[in-house]
């Protein structure tokens, strides 16, 4: 059997302020009449020989995910609550672990719960192609084509290709997050591909590479199943042995390190809806580029994205930005600014 496992335990600041902490992007129907998470889960839930999802999320948003899980109509195979996120490598041992004792032979297909993909069978033929590849050890990424020197992403260099096709690549190098001129050289040779950040492998590979690479994560992760009890229909993590659990992504901690990576490049029109200019490029515009959403009015607006969400927003003669309305903030930023939204989100940590 093939489990989805799902990320959810980001808090996407730099969606801010539709976004909290309280209300991440992945729980807010951003793309869709759907949520990111609901989209995430239906996408793959009709694929033969994929057994529910698993979810891995934090402890405040328990029943938030339980109810859209129930609103689509999906029983999941369990929800894991970490009272506090130990970032992704942990996040995924755990369901690892979790798996692993209910199906020794389990796979598991790990997808962020924030991404959009267009061609959902485009990526169902990745997927197919993965679970033939991955054999017993083999650790499978999703490579995206790169169209920019992003240095908020994984690059993978691409080695010797592992079936007569071209379809599926050994992984000669992997680099998470460089620095901006190391991503410029990357993109300047044609055979790196972005980290999508998506994930296929047996759950027994992962825990035996981790245990390879990071065993005090691995312990504390094993544990952490072991001695996880159950609440209602939740799966609590031990919080004693997750909190000593080291916090590291799963990029970091084993696939800049594995040999037994692979790499399966895919065109799905991929997005991870890192940002509102990035969001705003999913969704087709009007004739003036515009995306407005809610009560607005604008006259003489051109390439802007406007959201209201309580109040009435007008906008006149105003080019390039971003404005976003909520209840209590509002935002509005230029179009090439967008990265900097986080800071307010640190901004407004520091003030409390
Ligand atoms: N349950 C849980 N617990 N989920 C987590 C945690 C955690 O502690 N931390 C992060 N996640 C979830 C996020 O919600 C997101 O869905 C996913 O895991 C990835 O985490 P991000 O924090 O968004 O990672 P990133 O964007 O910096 O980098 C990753 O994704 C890029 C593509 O979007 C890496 O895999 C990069 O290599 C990749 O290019
Ligand atoms: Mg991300």
Redesign the pocket.
Same mark, same amino acid.
């Given at each position: 059997n093939i489990y989805p496992v799902i990320?959810? /335990? &980001?808090s996407g600041s730099r969606l801010w302020p539709l976004s909290r902490a309280a209300l991440p992007k992945?729980l807010l129907p951003l793309v869709s009449e759907r949520t990111m998470l609901q989209d995430t889960v239906l996408r793959v839930s009709g694929w033969k020989g994929m057994a529910p999802p698993l979810v891995?999320? /934090?402890d405040d948003h328990r029943f938030l995910v339980a109810e859209q899980l129930r609103q689509i109509g999906i029983t999941p195979t369990a929800i894991l609550l +970490?009272a506090q =996120?130990? %970032?992704?490598a942990p *996040?995924v041992a755990a369901a690892a672990n979790y798996l692993a004792a209910i199906d020794p032979d389990a796979v598991m297909l790990v997808l962020? *719960? !924030?991404?959009v993909i267009v061609d959902d069978d485009a990526f169902h033929l990745a997927v197919m192609l993965a679970a033939d590849a991955i054999g017993s050890t083999a650790l499978a990424t999703f490579g995206i084509v790169p169209t920019a020197a992003e240095t =908020?992403? /994984?690059y993978i260099r691409r080695g010797a290709a592992l079936d007569t096709s071209n379809t599926c690549f050994a992984v000669e190098r992997f680099v +998470?997050k460089p620095d901006r001129a190391t991503a410029e050289k990357f993109i300047a040779d044609k055979n790196y591909s972005? %980290?999508?950040?998506m994930f296929m492998f047996r759950a027994s590979a992962y825990l035996a590479e981790l245990q390879r690479l990071q065993p005090e994560m691995a312990q504390c992760c094993a544990l952490a199943v072991h001695d996880a009890y159950s609440d209602l229909s939740f799966c609590r993590l031990d919080e004693t042995a997750y909190a000593a659990c080291p916090a590291e992504?799963? !990029?970091f901690a084993v696939m800049e390190h594995t040999p037994h990576a692979l790499v399966i490049p895919v065109d799905i029109g991929w997005s991870?809806v &890192?940002s509102w200019s990035a969001l705003a490029e999913i969704k087709p515009g009007d004739k003036d580029g515009n995306i407005l959403h809610g009560d607005v009015y604008a006259d003489g607006v051109t390439d802007t994205l406007i959201r209201s969400e309580s109040r009435f927003v007008a906008a006149i003669g105003v080019d390039n930005l971003i404005v976003v309305e909520t209840r209590d903030a509002v935002l509005i930023v230029a179009k090439d600014q967008v990265q900097r939204v986080k800071q307010v989100v640190e901004h407004l940590k520091l003030e409390q």
């Amino acid at each position: 059997n093939i489990y989805p496992v799902i990320l959810s /335990g &980001g808090s996407g600041s730099r969606l801010w302020p539709l976004s909290r902490a309280a209300l991440p992007k992945q729980l807010l129907p951003l793309v869709s009449e759907r949520t990111m998470l609901q989209d995430t889960v239906l996408r793959v839930s009709g694929w033969k020989g994929m057994a529910p999802p698993l979810v891995v999320c /934090g402890d405040d948003h328990r029943f938030l995910v339980a109810e859209q899980l129930r609103q689509i109509g999906i029983t999941p195979t369990a929800i894991l609550l +970490e009272a506090q =996120g130990r %970032n992704t490598a942990p *996040a995924v041992a755990a369901a690892a672990n979790y798996l692993a004792a209910i199906d020794p032979d389990a796979v598991m297909l790990v997808l962020p *719960a !924030d991404h959009v993909i267009v061609d959902d069978d485009a990526f169902h033929l990745a997927v197919m192609l993965a679970a033939d590849a991955i054999g017993s050890t083999a650790l499978a990424t999703f490579g995206i084509v790169p169209t920019a020197a992003e240095t =908020g992403y /994984g690059y993978i260099r691409r080695g010797a290709a592992l079936d007569t096709s071209n379809t599926c690549f050994a992984v000669e190098r992997f680099v +998470e997050k460089p620095d901006r001129a190391t991503a410029e050289k990357f993109i300047a040779d044609k055979n790196y591909s972005w %980290n999508s950040g998506m994930f296929m492998f047996r759950a027994s590979a992962y825990l035996a590479e981790l245990q390879r690479l990071q065993p005090e994560m691995a312990q504390c992760c094993a544990l952490a199943v072991h001695d996880a009890y159950s609440d209602l229909s939740f799966c609590r993590l031990d919080e004693t042995a997750y909190a000593a659990c080291p916090a590291e992504s799963i !990029d970091f901690a084993v696939m800049e390190h594995t040999p037994h990576a692979l790499v399966i490049p895919v065109d799905i029109g991929w997005s991870d809806v &890192g940002s509102w200019s990035a969001l705003a490029e999913i969704k087709p515009g009007d004739k003036d580029g515009n995306i407005l959403h809610g009560d607005v009015y604008a006259d003489g607006v051109t390439d802007t994205l406007i959201r209201s969400e309580s109040r009435f927003v007008a906008a006149i003669g105003v080019d390039n930005l971003i404005v976003v309305e909520t209840r209590d903030a509002v935002l509005i930023v230029a179009k090439d600014q967008v990265q900097r939204v986080k800071q307010v989100v640190e901004h407004l940590k520091l003030e409390q």
